[in-house]
């Protein structure tokens, strides 16, 4: 109840703000001087042995960052490279390599998610160096890291920084924690060499290497075996029953209804752990949920529920470029610099 009522402020400048500003100025400056101290070499930073691409975000709650970490993996290992993937595993009690076959409940749901999609080893660790460490000695023939989140994870240097910025939501009245929803200054935009806008898109880019994140939907499979699959046709027959427990959920109920679909709205709290207890009371009825929400409920005997995989597709903002193109170009340089430091 407390952070759904933040999340409804975060949206406005009311006389809550107003009240909660001047914990935003202290956490604006404690998170100035943190990054300072990083900076300045007072807090230790580690550069691991091959390049990083961070994907992250500057404000709290889901913006669609998963979608974009399948699709750098996807696109890497297409141009021939062997991409790792690094996790900090939100309610994870793992810590260590995750694969398709692990249980979301025990290593995340993301993490599994990502290792069923992308095939790529996938490690989870709080401290992402360590993580990072592991997975390279775990699998030798990695020769870059997609850290999924961690843009204010400063311990771990980087090579590559994108942004995923998901607005109108995930920008809110434009404060910072506690009064609005950001993490860091929308200024730190500036400073990220991609930003990936997965919602409405600004008047003008803020950024010169700005993409649009767009979903391609899949077609509808079976949460039970993922495998057998059903037709639009088949489920608007049904009485359905949409459940999300990602983010933003809204998006998705957005999603269907932009299908044609007509379903109730089960909105649940971002990394819900569904239990047998969520469906009792949905028997009778077809469930559709996302892919995310899916891998926790393979094993839970739901017959009748489905979930719709999406892709990720970008467009380029004010330029032709694709954004693969400017990553590769980023990545032989790192490489490049790397060598020439071990001489």
């Known amino acids: 109840m407390l952070r759904a009522w933040f999340e409804q402020q975060w949206q406005t400048t009311g006389w809550a703000q107003c009240l909660l500003l001047p914990l935003s100025w202290l956490f604006a400056l404690l998170a100035a001087t943190r990054r300072c101290c990083y900076k300045v070499g007072l807090f230790s930073s580690r550069r691991l042995p091959v390049p990083v691409i961070v994907v992250g975000n500057i404000s709290v709650g889901g913006v669609g960052k998963t979608p974009l970490v ?26 260590g390599e995750v694969s398709a ?27 992402r160096a360590a993580g990072g460490l ?4 775990a699998h030798p023939e990695v ?12 311990a771990l240097q980087r090579d590559i920084e994108i ?14 924690l506690p009064a609005g929803p950001l993490r860091e200054p929308l200024g730190r ?15 003008a880019p803020l950024h010169a290497a700005t993409y649009q994140l767009e979903l391609r939907v899949g077609v509808w499979t079976s949460v039970a075996d993922f495998a057998t699959e059903a037709t639009q046709a088949d489920l608007r027959a ?18 269907l209804a932009s299908m044609g679909l007509g379903f109730e709205q089960r ?26 929400d899916a891998v926790k409920c393979q094993q839970l005997g739901v017959d009748d529920a489905w979930f719709l995989p999406v892709s990720a597709e970008l467009k380029p903002i004010g330029h032709n470029q694709p954004l693969t193109h400017y990553v590769v170009e980023r990545l032989k340089q790192s490489m490049q610099q790397r060598k020439g430091s071990m001489k």
């Open 70 to 95: 399948v699709y750098l993996a996807q696109q890497l290992r297409a141009a021939g490279y062997a991409p790792g993937i690094l996790s900090r595993g939100y309610g994870s009690q793992h810590q």
């Open 143 to 154: 020769n870059v890291l997609i850290c999924d989140d961690g843009l204010q994870h400063y």
């Open 163 to 176: 942004a995923v910025v998901q607005r109108p939501l995930g920008m809110g009245n434009g404060r910072l």
């Open 238 to 255: 049904q009485p359905l029953v949409a459940m999300a427990g990602i983010g933003h959920p809204q998006r998705f109920f957005d999603l």
């Open 101 to 127: 076959e692990s249980a979301p409940a025990l290593c995340g749901d993301e993490p599994v998610l990502l290792a069923r999609r992308t095939g790529c080893p996938v490690w989870v660790d709080p401290v």
């Open 189 to 203: 935009l500036n400073r990220v060499d991609f930003v990936i806008e997965t919602g409405q898109l600004p008047a």
């Open 134 to 137: 592991a997975l390279l000695k």
């Open 267 to 292: 909105a649940l709290a971002d990394h819900h752990a569904y239990t047998q207890a969520d469906f009792i009371a949905l028997r009778g009825k077809t469930i559709l949920m996302t892919e995310k």
